[in-house]
Each structure stands twice: as structure tokens, then as C-alpha cells.
């Protein structure tokens, strides 16, 4: 069966051999395959292949099926045998495609792009391509693209799915594009999309306009298609044979490179951004770099090559310099170049030139490092080395320390690996003790020296003692707890003080856990520094209970309430029963049983009791008698403690007749019960049976009742 597809759709293609046949094979709905001719529009079924989502045709010979559900079909067309080579796993799969090395390409309604090769028998799976295949896979000159689910025709890049973007869009043509194919023919490339129409419609792609034309259409609906040389679009139809290189021999730019390619169609144009052509081959003022060179002909077809130019330039990048210590010819710098060249000679005298870049031994100061490339290409960059002090502070403090006047305090410590460090004020007299004393407001000078008479000097400024009560922070008593709290904040620059509250030293200046009351503190520095002041600890007032007015519940029904009576003392109170909050102590529709109450104020002071809530029983008074000339007993009625559903009234006489019913309505609504009438007629003395059914009640009532006239 496949065989006699194959030998039709032969004569199909080959019969057009004069010239460009633009014959393209396509599936239908219907699962047959079709042989479509451009010229003139007209199709044939050649046989029914089963349903794909789409198809391609491969340089091995063979034609390949996708289904939905991701199995890859291959169709013999020799001995006409299917044979499944591989399985996608995932679903969705509507695009399918081959290239001329061989590898089919697969894209799914989800993003996926997979591809397999038949000759190894091995699958790859490529990042998501960021939009959705509706139809079809192609290749037009070298490059990937495909009918999205947004009805567009996009540019795919396998590896790179950044560079994805919309070519097309078709919205404009009324159709939803599912069919992508290319004929080939020698440099000549043709793509027709196919609309997923019962009667699709076919349209001619305008790759350089980036737009399409009606054709005609088809009684077929297309699910994709392909050609028999469709592959070969995925190579570029221009040979590149050369790049010439004319690089400059110690400048970034200033280089050049010809381009020689040879092609059947016509003169060449090129680019280097595949957007710009121009007619020369030749492209100057080049920087270093590699560059994708761009060649066109004249029918659109376009051939690709990089080329990269080097040359003996060089630029500085950076001087990394460590610094000598204590005036040592202990420091060095590390030359950092971009160069594209390892010829390079380094020297920072001009005379003497090495081939490393680093230099050593160098006492501080400003240096010139020459750089010379290929023994030519020379230029110059300055640097400094510093000097690090050996001497190292480890703590200095200067502070007043007293309220008196000359009692200042500068104190330091500095270490050296030298040995020790000796200091002093007037880089003089020089001491090892590191204090020094009954200094008066001033900015100082503090000079160190070790024993390898590295020294290091340092202004300090000795400020004016502060001592002066900044702020009291007070937190009244909350809650009915000893829970107030004070802090006393001074403004000082001395070096400690002592805290004393009613004549007990402090061991901090935040004071905790205080009753109300009133407060007298001093803060005691050195010499005459003394803060005398007082304070106040305040108590707001707890809500505090009074009592709860307890309703009980009535039959399980939930008519019980509670009502919480307190004195809110000024506090805006919040209640929750069982974690239920309320704005209001009153709370209704309780079912009786215990509860936990929750009462709390602004002022976050919270207060729990236990609520139990009784249940009383349904009391139901059923009379046994009732008189209908008794303006007093004239109803046969009932009545309960609270307001019941009655589901059911009805009354029989002693023969088990029914005399009155009625069904659903409220236990208080009087005007519904018996008055003794049968159908409008006065019943007759006698006794009657009742059954009485409640609807919130799992009871029913039972009995007699006795008619008097």
C-alpha cells in the first residue's frame, strides 16, 4: 500500500522536472496523504497514511510521521513498512522537520523542542523556545522557523532561545496558519503556508517583505506538510571561498578583510550585521574582534562565514601595586594587559627590559612602566608605590574626665613589629607610658615612634566635658502588675557615671518592673558631674468584672446567651468567646455548655473565665380537653417554652379517620389549631387521637383528646 504512494508521489514531483515543479505533499484531517501543485492549485490523495500531526521528508529516503502524543514514524516507502524510532514523551506535537545533516526536528504545543537522529538513534532536548507550535517546522536559508500558536511565523534558535522572535504575523489573513513548507530547487527557495481551514488556504511567504500572498485554496484540511528536497534550506546556497585579513600592526582598529565568494545568481552583496549590505567586498577601519560576515545574491539566498582579526596591539588594563613598609624597598607592581600578542617586553626604567610583567623590590614613589609588542608597538603607563606604616593603633580615647577644668584624658595603645612603641605630644619627649593626663580642652597632636624609628602621627580632638540629663522616658502601670518602667538618658561624654533611684544604686539606666508611685534620682560622675531629678510612674486602671448574665439554652437549639457586665474603667474593651472575638459583651445563639470568655483593652492586659451555659428541657403542654362553646378552652392547642416548628397536627376519630391536619408552621401561631370543626361542620362530642410531630424536636407526641359540647 505505501509502496503505490510512493511510486504516485514520484511521478508527482518528477513529472514537473522543467523548471521549478513547486510540487509539496501535505496530511489531512482525514489522515491521507495529498500531493498539492502550486501551479494551477491542484491536489490528488496518493493514500491513506494515518493520522500525524505532521510530516517530513529526510535525505535518507524516508518520510517521517509525528503524532500528537509524540511518536516519530518511520515510513518505508520501499517496502511500504511503519516503523516507530522514537518517543518524545511529553504531548502536543505538531511540528516536524528534517535538516540536510540528517537531524529531524520535533516542536510541541507546549514549548518543547527535541530533536533525533536516526543514525546514532539518539534523542536531544533543547531549551523551551518560548512560544508554541501550532503547526509546522521549515528551513529557509539556513535558519529554523515555525507556525506558533499565536498564528505568527517565528525565527527559532535551538540553542539559544533569546534569539527567538516573531518573522510574520498572519493575523491580517483571516487565518489560523498551521502548515509551513519550503520547496527547493538548486538556489531557488519557495514556502507556502497552509491555513488549518476545512478548505485551507494557501499562502505564498515574502521572506525579504516579511509578508505573504494569497494563493487559492485547497478542499483539504492541512494538518502540515512537506517537500522532497525540503531539507536541503537548512544550507546556505553561497560558497564562501575566502577572507582575506589586512591587519594593522599595533593599532585596535585601522584593519581590514576582503570577502571572495562565488554563487550562480547574479552579483554579491555583504554585511556584517546581516542587515546592512553593500557591494564592495572589502570592509576597513575594522576593529579586533570576530565578526560574522553576511553574503547575499540576488535571489535572497545568503551564505554566513566568522572571521576573527588580531593583530600586535595592545591596551593597559590595570597596575597592581603593593606597598613598600615603612619606606623598605619592599613593594612591587604587577603590569595587567590586553594584548593580542605574547611578545611583550616590560621596563620601568626604559633602559632595561624583561618579559614578566612584575616587578619587585621597589622603594615608594612614582614609577614609568614601558610596554613594548612585537618589538614595535610601545606605550607608556605611570604608577605609584606607597609606603605603609609599620606602626599599628590598636585603641585610642580622648575624653574630659570630670566636670572640672584641666583633668582631660588621651590614652592610646599601638603595637609594631619593630619592637615597642614610644609616644608623645610634641614629637620631643617621648614615653612608653600610653596616658596622658590633666589636658585641657584643645586639638592635639599624638606622635608614635617604634625602635626602627618608623614613626606615624595622629590629630585628636579633646572636646569640652558634657554632662547633662537628655531625656526620662516613662512607661505607666498597666494591668494591675508592677510592670512600669523608666529610663534615664544622659548626654555625656565622659567615660562612665553611676545611676543611684531612691538612694539605691542602679546597674543600669533602663529601670524595670516599678509600682507607681514617685521616683528621686541622681547620676553621680567624676569630680563635680552630679544630675539631681524625679520622676512619676503612673497607673491606668484595669477593666475589672462585675458580673456574667447567664440565659440558659432551650432543647439544644442554641438559645442561650451570656452577658458580660464590667467596668471598663475608661478602657475600650474587646471579648471572645472560644476565640470568637466581639465588639459587644453581649453574645447570643449559644448552645449550652462551657465556654471560655476573653476579655481584653487597649492596653493589651487580657483577662480569661470559664462560662457554662445550662440546657433546659422542651416543655410541651398538650391539653386533654377542650370545649368549643368555651370562649376560654376553645381550641384544641399546644404550647411550648419557646417557638417550635410543627411539622405535623393531625386528629382521628375513634375509626381512625383523619378530621384535621395541618403540616408546617409555628407552635405560636394560634389561628392554625383545631376548633373542633370537621370540613365546616361541628364534630361531635367524643374522644379524639392526635399525632403531633416537631420538626426541631427527635420527638413525636401521642395521644387523646376529649371533645365537650
Given at each position: 500500500m505505501?509502496?503505490s504512494?510512493?511510486?504516485?508521489?514520484?511521478?508527482?514531483?518528477?513529472?514537473?522536472?522543467?523548471?521549478?515543479?513547486?510540487?509539496?505533499?501535505?496530511?489531512?484531517?482525514?489522515?491521507?496523504?495529498?500531493?498539492?501543485?502550486?501551479?494551477?492549485?491542484?491536489?490528488?490523495?496518493?493514500?491513506?497514511?494515518?493520522?500525524?500531526?505532521?510530516?517530513?521528508?529526510?535525505?535518507?529516503?524516508?518520510?517521517?510521521?509525528?503524532?500528537?502524543?509524540?511518536?516519530?514514524?518511520?515510513i518505508?516507502?520501499?517496502?511500504?513498512?511503519?516503523?516507530?524510532?522514537?518517543?518524545?514523551?511529553?504531548?502536543?506535537?505538531?511540528?516536524?522537520?528534517?535538516?540536510?545533516?540528517?537531524?529531524?526536528?520535533?516542536?510541541?504545543?507546549?514549548?518543547?523542542?527535541?530533536?533525533?537522529?536516526?543514525?546514532?538513534?539518539?534523542?536531544?532536548?533543547?531549551p523551551?523556545?518560548?512560544?508554541?507550535?501550532?503547526?509546522?517546522?521549515t528551513?529557509y536559508?539556513?535558519?529554523l522557523?515555525m507556525?506558533?500558536?499565536?498564528?505568527?511565523?517565528?525565527?527559532?534558535?535551538?540553542?539559544?532561545?533569546?534569539?527567538?522572535?516573531?518573522?510574520?504575523?498572519?493575523?491580517s489573513?483571516?487565518?489560523?496558519?498551521?502548515?509551513?513548507?519550503?520547496?527547493?530547487?538548486?538556489c531557488?527557495v519557495?514556502?507556502?503556508?497552509?491555513?488549518?481551514d476545512?478548505?485551507?488556504?494557501?499562502?505564498?511567504?515574502?521572506?525579504?517583505?516579511?509578508?505573504f500572498?494569497?494563493?487559492c485554496e485547497?478542499?483539504?484540511?492541512?494538518?502540515?506538510?512537506?517537500?522532497?528536497?525540503?531539507?536541503a534550506?537548512?544550507?546556505?546556497?553561497i560558497?564562501?571561498?575566502?577572507?582575506?585579513?589586512?591587519?594593522?600592526p599595533?593599532?585596535?582598529?585601522?584593519?581590514?578583510?576582503?570577502?571572495f565568494?562565488?554563487?550562480?545568481?547574479?552579483?554579491?552583496?555583504?554585511?556584517i550585521?546581516?542587515?546592512?549590505?553593500?557591494?564592495?567586498?572589502?570592509?576597513?577601519?575594522?576593529?579586533?574582534?570576530?565578526?560574522?560576515?553576511?553574503?547575499?545574491?540576488?535571489?535572497?539566498?545568503?551564505?554566513?562565514?566568522?572571521?576573527?582579526?588580531t593583530?600586535?596591539?595592545?591596551?593597559?588594563?590595570?597596575?597592581?601595586?603593593?606597598?613598600?613598609?615603612?619606606?623598605?624597598?619592599?613593594g612591587?607592581?604587577?603590569?595587567v594587559?590586553?594584548?593580542?600578542?605574547?611578545?611583550?617586553?616590560?621596563?620601568?626604567?626604559g633602559?632595561?627590559?624583561?618579559?614578566?610583567?612584575?616587578?619587585?623590590n621597589?622603594?615608594?614613589?612614582?614609577?614609568?612602566?614601558?610596554?613594548?609588542?612585537?618589538?614595535?608597538?610601545?606605550?607608556?603607563?605611570?604608577?605609584?608605590?606607597?609606603?605603609?606604616?609599620?606602626?599599628?593603633?590598636?585603641?585610642?580615647?580622648?575624653?574630659?574626665?570630670?566636670?572640672?577644668?584641666?583633668?582631660?584624658i588621651?590614652?592610646?595603645?599601638?603595637t609594631?613589629?619593630?619592637?615597642?612603641?614610644?609616644?608623645?605630644?610634641?614629637?620631643?619627649?617621648?614615653?612608653?607610658?600610653?596616658?596622658?593626663?590633666n589636658?585641657?580642652?584643645?586639638?592635639?597632636?599624638?606622635?608614635?615612634?617604634?625602635?626602627?624609628?618608623?614613626t606615624?602621627?595622629?590629630?585628636?580632638?579633646?572636646?569640652?566635658?558634657?554632662?547633662?540629663l537628655?531625656?526620662?522616658?516613662?512607661?505607666?502601670?498597666?494591668?494591675?502588675?508592677?510592670?512600669?518602667?523608666?529610663?534615664?538618658?544622659?548626654?555625656?561624654?565622659?567615660?562612665?557615671?553611676?545611676?543611684?533611684?531612691?538612694g539605691?544604686?542602679?546597674?543600669?539606666?533602663?529601670?524595670?518592673?516599678?509600682?507607681?508611685?514617685?521616683?528621686?534620682?541622681?547620676?553621680?560622675?567624676?569630680?563635680?558631674?552630679?544630675?539631681?531629678?524625679?520622676?512619676?510612674?503612673?497607673?491606668?486602671?484595669?477593666?475589672?468584672?462585675?458580673?456574667?448574665?447567664?440565659?440558659?439554652?432551650f432543647?439544644?437549639?442554641?438559645?442561650?446567651?451570656?452577658d458580660?457586665?464590667?467596668?471598663?474603667?475608661?478602657?475600650?474593651?474587646r471579648?471572645?468567646?472560644?476565640?470568637?472575638?466581639?465588639?459587644d459583651?453581649?453574645?447570643?445563639?449559644?448552645?449550652?455548655?462551657?465556654?471560655?470568655m476573653?476579655?481584653?483593652?487597649?492596653?493589651?492586659?487580657?483577662?480569661?473565665?470559664?462560662?457554662?451555659?445550662?440546657?433546659?428541657?422542651c416543655?410541651?403542654?398538650?391539653?386533654?380537653?377542650?370545649?368549643p362553646?368555651d370562649?376560654?378552652?376553645?381550641?384544641?392547642m399546644?404550647?411550648?417554652?419557646i417557638?417550635?416548628?410543627?411539622?405535623?397536627?393531625?386528629?382521628?376519630?375513634?375509626?381512625?379517620?383523619?378530621?384535621?391536619s395541618?403540616?408546617?408552621?409555628?407552635?405560636?401561631?394560634?389561628?392554625?389549631?383545631?376548633?373542633?370543626?370537621?370540613?365546616?361542620t361541628?364534630?361531635?362530642?367524643?374522644?379524639?387521637?392526635?399525632?403531633?410531630?416537631?420538626?426541631?424536636?427527635?420527638?413525636?407526641?401521642?395521644?387523646?383528646?376529649?371533645?365537650?359540647?
Amino acid at each position: 500500500m505505501i509502496r503505490s504512494l510512493w511510486i504516485i508521489y514520484f511521478i508527482v514531483v518528477v513529472g514537473y522536472s522543467n523548471g521549478f515543479s513547486q510540487n509539496l505533499l501535505v496530511n489531512d484531517s482525514n489522515g491521507d496523504l495529498v500531493g498539492f501543485s502550486v501551479n494551477g492549485c491542484e491536489t490528488n490523495v496518493i493514500e491513506d497514511i494515518g493520522f500525524y500531526t505532521d510530516i517530513a521528508a529526510h535525505p535518507n529516503g524516508f518520510i517521517y510521521g509525528i503524532n500528537a502524543v509524540g511518536k516519530l514514524t518511520r515510513i518505508n516507502v520501499e517496502t511500504g513498512q511503519l516503523l516507530q524510532v522514537a518517543d518524545f514523551t511529553s504531548s502536543a506535537f505538531y511540528a516536524l522537520t528534517s535538516n540536510a545533516e540528517g537531524l529531524i526536528f520535533a516542536a510541541s504545543g507546549l514549548g518543547d523542542l527535541v530533536s533525533y537522529d536516526p543514525s546514532i538513534n539518539s534523542t536531544t532536548v533543547y531549551p523551551n523556545m518560548g512560544f508554541k507550535a501550532a503547526g509546522d517546522l521549515t528551513y529557509y536559508q539556513g535558519s529554523l522557523y515555525m507556525a506558533t500558536s499565536e498564528n505568527t511565523l517565528a525565527y527559532i534558535d535551538p540553542d539559544n532561545p533569546a534569539n527567538n522572535e516573531v518573522f510574520i504575523d498572519f493575523s491580517s489573513s483571516g487565518a489560523e496558519v498551521y502548515g509551513i513548507v519550503s520547496a527547493v530547487d538548486g538556489c531557488d527557495v519557495q514556502t507556502y503556508a497552509f491555513s488549518n481551514d476545512a478548505n485551507a488556504k494557501v499562502f505564498q511567504i515574502d521572506w525579504l517583505a516579511k509578508s505573504f500572498n494569497y494563493v487559492c485554496e485547497i478542499n483539504h484540511e492541512v494538518y502540515g506538510g512537506s517537500s522532497e528536497f525540503e531539507f536541503a534550506a537548512s544550507d546556505d546556497l553561497i560558497q564562501i571561498d575566502s577572507i582575506v585579513i589586512n591587519s594593522s600592526p599595533c593599532e585596535l582598529s585601522n584593519s581590514s578583510f576582503s570577502v571572495f565568494a562565488s554563487t550562480d545568481a547574479g552579483p554579491l552583496s555583504y554585511s556584517i550585521d546581516g542587515v546592512n549590505f553593500q557591494d564592495s567586498n572589502e570592509f576597513v577601519d575594522m576593529d579586533l574582534g570576530t565578526y560574522t560576515v553576511y553574503v547575499q545574491d540576488i535571489t535572497g539566498c545568503t551564505g554566513t562565514e566568522t572571521v576573527t582579526i588580531t593583530s600586535g596591539f595592545f591596551e593597559f588594563e590595570q597596575i597592581v601595586t603593593d606597598e613598600a613598609f615603612c619606606g623598605q624597598n619592599d613593594g612591587s607592581a604587577n603590569v595587567v594587559v590586553n594584548a593580542s600578542t605574547s611578545d611583550l617586553m616590560f621596563s620601568i626604567d626604559g633602559i632595561n627590559f624583561q618579559d614578566s610583567p612584575q616587578f619587585s623590590n621597589l622603594a615608594p614613589g612614582d614609577y614609568t612602566v614601558t610596554v613594548i609588542a612585537n618589538g614595535m608597538c610601545t606605550d607608556e603607563m605611570m604608577f605609584s608605590v606607597g609606603d605603609i606604616p609599620s606602626i599599628y593603633i590598636e585603641n585610642i580615647e580622648a575624653y574630659q574626665a570630670s566636670c572640672a577644668a584641666g583633668t582631660g584624658i588621651i590614652e592610646c595603645l599601638a603595637t609594631s613589629p619593630n619592637g615597642e612603641v614610644l609616644y608623645s605630644l610634641d614629637n620631643v619627649n617621648f614615653t612608653d607610658e600610653p596616658i596622658f593626663l590633666n589636658l585641657t580642652e584643645d586639638i592635639y597632636t599624638l606622635y608614635f615612634i617604634d625602635e626602627a624609628d618608623c614613626t606615624l602621627s595622629i590629630t585628636i580632638a579633646l572636646e569640652e566635658s558634657i554632662f547633662q540629663l537628655y531625656d526620662i522616658i516613662v512607661e505607666p502601670v498597666r494591668c494591675d502588675s508592677i510592670n512600669g518602667s523608666a529610663q534615664i538618658i544622659v548626654d555625656t561624654n565622659l567615660p562612665s557615671y553611676e545611676l543611684w533611684v531612691n538612694g539605691i544604686l542602679s546597674e543600669d539606666d533602663i529601670l524595670e518592673e516599678l509600682d507607681a508611685g514617685d521616683y528621686e534620682f541622681t547620676v553621680q560622675g567624676a569630680d563635680d558631674c552630679v544630675i539631681d531629678g524625679q520622676f512619676q510612674i503612673e497607673e491606668i486602671p484595669a477593666f475589672s468584672l462585675d458580673t456574667f448574665l447567664i440565659s440558659p439554652d432551650f432543647c439544644g437549639l442554641g438559645y442561650g446567651s451570656v452577658d458580660a457586665v464590667f467596668e471598663p474603667n475608661g478602657n475600650t474593651l474587646r471579648f471572645a468567646l472560644d476565640g470568637q472575638s466581639s465588639n459587644d459583651s453581649f453574645i447570643t445563639s449559644l448552645i449550652g455548655g462551657s465556654y471560655e470568655m476573653t476579655v481584653s483593652d487597649q492596653n493589651e492586659c487580657v483577662s480569661s473565665y470559664e462560662i457554662f451555659v445550662p440546657t433546659e428541657d422542651c416543655p410541651v403542654f398538650i391539653p386533654n380537653v377542650f370545649a368549643p362553646n368555651d370562649p376560654n378552652n376553645d381550641q384544641f392547642m399546644i404550647n411550648t417554652a419557646i417557638p417550635l416548628e410543627v411539622e405535623e397536627f393531625s386528629i382521628y376519630d375513634r375509626w381512625g379517620n383523619l378530621v384535621f391536619s395541618k403540616e408546617n408552621f409555628s407552635s405560636t401561631d394560634t389561628s392554625v389549631f383545631w376548633n373542633g370543626d370537621i370540613n365546616g361542620t361541628p364534630a361531635p362530642a367524643a374522644v379524639y387521637v392526635y399525632n403531633i410531630v416537631f420538626k426541631d424536636l427527635d420527638q413525636s407526641f401521642f395521644g387523646d383528646i376529649t371533645l365537650i359540647r
